[in-house]
């Protein structure tokens, strides 16, 4: 993405950009992955253009659901929204020392800075009474059971055991937004709302934490709009969107009109655990006045014309 483009713009990292090529997410793994991500992430800094960073967490989250669940009979499970906290610190760290380091390589000086960033959801959202997203790893039924001791939801999904369900409410607004953009216009790249942000809802006039997943590339439109990005760019390990998919008709969609890629979703050829989600962030900011949304690989993000680009016209 060229400084002649835009000058403001919101990378939404996908779960790639931090794990190893086979899906590796050790720390090694972690480090070289995001290493390679940065080295992208500096190329679209380089010309001069304002840059915003949202990541994903599911690996990273997983693991601490893991280290939850085999420590569930000495401590009690740390909960989802501390989880989601906790990885924004995590891998926000990692990505200030790789952004830094190769903004240097290339003779920019520009602070990088993570911000831990919450999002709204409604209390009463349907996803409460009946959480369906699946999250973390399959376990027995005795396994499970002592974490439903601890008030986590898990249900019976056959053959393969059991996993927990957790809510995956609408994101209503990026309390931490402000602090954002105060980031940015002071020269900061700044990385903020990882893994859509740590979900809280307002009750009685208090914010407090819920467990809920939170799709992050409904919350990297949301924050994009609110911190003035005009680009969107949702970097993922496909070169973007396509239709058709998986038979002899199969085409990748370039520059499209955002009444033309709903046409599309409407009809069907965006898997909801998947293409889904970034096709519906990707309309929804343009829609709600966004200039471009760019769904691309990692790799390609610095190319404007790279990829799926959805336009108002």
């Known amino acids: 993405m060229t400084a002649q483009a835009v000058t403001r713009v919101l990378i939404a990292l996908g779960g790639n950009a931090m794990t190893s090529p086979e899906g590796g997410a050790s720390p090694a793994d972690q480090i070289e992955a995001i290493g390679r991500a940065a080295r992208a992430i500096a190329d679209v800094a380089a010309g001069g253009t304002e840059v915003v960073l949202t990541h994903g967490n599911g690996p990273q989250v997983g693991n601490l659901l893991v280290k939850n669940e085999l420590a569930a009979n000495v401590v009690p499970p740390v909960p989802l929204d501390w989880c989601v906290a906790q990885t924004q610190g995590t891998i926000g760290a990692m990505l200030m020392d790789a952004v830094e380091v190769c903004l240097a390589e290339r003779g920019i000086v520009r602070p990088v800075a993570t911000l831990v960033t919450r999002t709204l959801v409604d209390a009463d959202d349907p996803g409460f009474a009946n959480p369906t997203k699946p999250i973390g790893r399959y376990l027995t039924e005795a396994e499970a059971r002592v974490l439903m001791g601890h008030g986590q939801a898990w249900q019976d999904r056959g053959s393969r055991g059991w996993r927990r369900m957790v809510a995956s409410p609408e ?105 889904g989600p970034k096709v519906d962030a990707a309309c929804r900011f343009v829609e709600s006045g966004g200039e471009r949304a760019v769904i691309t690989s990692l790799d390609r993000i610095a190319d404007p014309a790279a990829g799926t680009v959805v336009t108002t016209s």
């Open 171 to 275: 994101p209503l607004e990026i309390l931490d937004a402000p602090a954002v953009a105060a980031l940015i216009d002071a020269g900061f790249v700044v990385v903020a709302a990882g893994g859509g942000g740590i979900p809280v809802v307002r009750k009685d006039g208090l914010i407090q934490g819920v467990e809920a997943v939170i799709d992050k590339d409904l919350s990297a439109a949301m924050l994009a709009r609110a911190v003035g990005a005009s680009a969107l760019v949702i970097a993922t390990d496909v070169d973007g969107a396509r239709v058709h998919f998986g038979t002899a008709e199969e085409r990748p969609l370039g520059p499209i009109t955002v009444e033309e890629l709903r046409r599309y979703e409407a009809e069907g050829h965006f898997a909801s655990g998947s293409m």
